[in-house]
């Protein structure tokens, strides 16, 4: 049976957590709103940017990032985590994803091979998987988007060389304080939306742009900043979910930390009752044998 004095300092101790789990809510918070601010300000360029790469993409312009290959000989598939953990099962979702989406590509091509942005899952992969990693970075203490088109160059590269026949991006979603999901997006060969009236309402009702001076120069341009723009509003998404997913676990943590200090403190109090009418009852019965 425990003493009085172990369970007042695991009291002690747990309060102490409880003083960090509030903390690292308190600043989880305070981190989600502009990373919330962030990625609802990203979406709508991204959208549009899709758009605009199918009305230039109308003209039956061709561009190497176009290119569908029947063959898919080796597949690259991007995950994205985030450094740190205390944030339930956000980054586990991802790559348990991963390990299955891995598992059902190998099926159709001969090589499948990992990007890893994210020390979570860097460090999940890098054990005897028996999974390729091309590349491993950490997402950082801020998402640039300098650090997306360094990654989104490399993966151009690659597949313009017909070294990568596809590439896909695996990441969580924030869709609430609640919901992160994973998602799983093709990233290469791009493909801008075909029928999607975005903000302009019906397609066929839309201006046509006119493409000067032709559509495949303005593609070499925009496809290539589509690319990365897709890649850093996935590293934003991921971000932002970083954040709700922490906030909610350390909500969750510091509840359970009073729930247990609750207990801890009516289990203590009994044993001191316990204690005090143990010493009443021997100063009693000595008092008696005294007589």
Known sequence: MATLSDIKRRITSIRSTQKITSAMKMVSAAKLRRAQDAIESARPYAQRMRETLEEVGSAEANHPLFEQREEKNHVEVVVITSDRG??????????????????????ESSKVSLTIVGKKASDYFKGPRGIDVSSSRPVGPKVTYLEAKRVAAGLIARFESGEVDEVVVVHNEFLS?????????????????????????????????????????????????????????????????????????????TKNTEELIEKLTLEYNRARQAAITSELVEIITGAQAQE
């Open 86 to 107: 205390l944030a339930g099962a956000y980054n586990s979702q991802v790559i348990k994803a991963t390990q299955l989406l891995v598992k059902s590509r190998r099926s």
């Open 177 to 253: 304080m609640m919901t992160q999901p994973v998602k799983i997006v093709p990233l290469l060969p791009f493909v801008p939306p075909q029928e999607n009236p975005g903000e302009g309402g019906k397609k066929e009702d839309r201006a046509p742009y006119e493409v000067e001076p032709n559509a495949e120069k303005l593609l070499s341009a925009l496809v290539p900043k589509a690319v990365e723009v897709e890649l850093f509003r996935a590293l934003l998404e991921n971000q932002a979910g970083e954040h709700a997913a922490r906030m909610t676990a350390m909500e969750n943590a």
